[in-house]
């Protein structure tokens, strides 16, 4: 079984500009949870979906938005970037909600914003 | 909302020793406790998990122990290899929140 997919593996932006991340779940997961991962936060969440629904959302700013397809693939929408939001963006899916079963994560993309 | 503390923050050991990494967390209300290991440039793996009705779980030779009333868990590595190098969060999950917060992590290095 194919584990989660996310795309890009790297990108570069420029202050201001918006950036969109993809991440594939583990086929038959319906939860997909996204975390930003840096050396000095650490893994902070920033919002889970499950059935196209946004169950729950971490403390983030309004620039930071997502969704899910209803084939379970999730994008993540960053705008007016700004450099703090340089990251490791970790996705993760899950069978059902991430209070039911674990978490398995993906490679993760990594976001630098000059 | 729920906070999660984690140590050490480093641990260095020599191979065959043992390492126990501790957390603890401030919500009473929390059921779910795993723990991942993240290798240098790698995804974060879940290696153990234990939930709230269980005191203690193993496989092989890690182990987690839970202690409720105290609101502590940790995880036990016996008999450690320099591939258990990397890095390792706890996450806490329940309580209020609904979501899975994790601690700080603890980079553990093996020493051959």
């Known amino acids: 079984k194919a584990g989660v997919t996310q795309t890009p593996r790297y990108l570069i932006k420029t202050r201001g500009q918006q950036v969109t991340l993809s991440c594939s779940p583990i086929s038959g997961h319906r939860s997909v949870s996204w975390y930003q991962q840096t050396p000095g936060q650490g893994l902070q969440f920033l919002f889970e979906?499950?059935?196209?629904?946004?169950?729950n959302k971490g403390n983030f700013p309004g620039r930071f938005s997502g969704r899910q397809f209803s084939n379970s693939r999730s994008e993540m929408n960053v705008s007016t970037l700004e450099l703090g939001d340089s990251a490791l963006y970790l996705c993760?899916?899950?069978?059902?909600?991430?209070?039911?079963?674990?978490?398995?994560f993906g490679n993760g993309t990594r976001l630098t914003v000059t | 909302g729920e906070n999660v503390e984690q140590h050490p923050s480093t641990l260095s050991v020599q191979e065959g020793d043992s390492a126990v990494i501790k957390c603890t967390y401030s919500?009473?209300?929390?059921?779910?406790f795993p723990w991942y290991k993240q290798e240098l440039g790698k995804r974060p793996q879940l290696i153990i998990d234990i939930r709230s009705n269980v005191g203690e779980k193993k496989d092989q030779r890690i182990a987690v122990t839970l202690n409720k009333t105290a609101k502590h868990f940790s995880l036990h590595i016996t008999e450690t290899q320099p591939e258990d190098s990397a890095v390792y969060f706890c996450a806490v999950f329940g309580g209020g929140f609904q979501k899975l917060v994790f601690g700080t992590g603890t980079r553990l290095l093996v020493s051959p």
């Open positions: 993760a899916s899950s069978a059902w909600t991430a209070r039911d079963s674990p978490l398995h």
């Open positions: 919500d009473s209300a929390s059921n779910y």
């Open positions: 979906y499950f059935s196209e629904t946004q169950r």
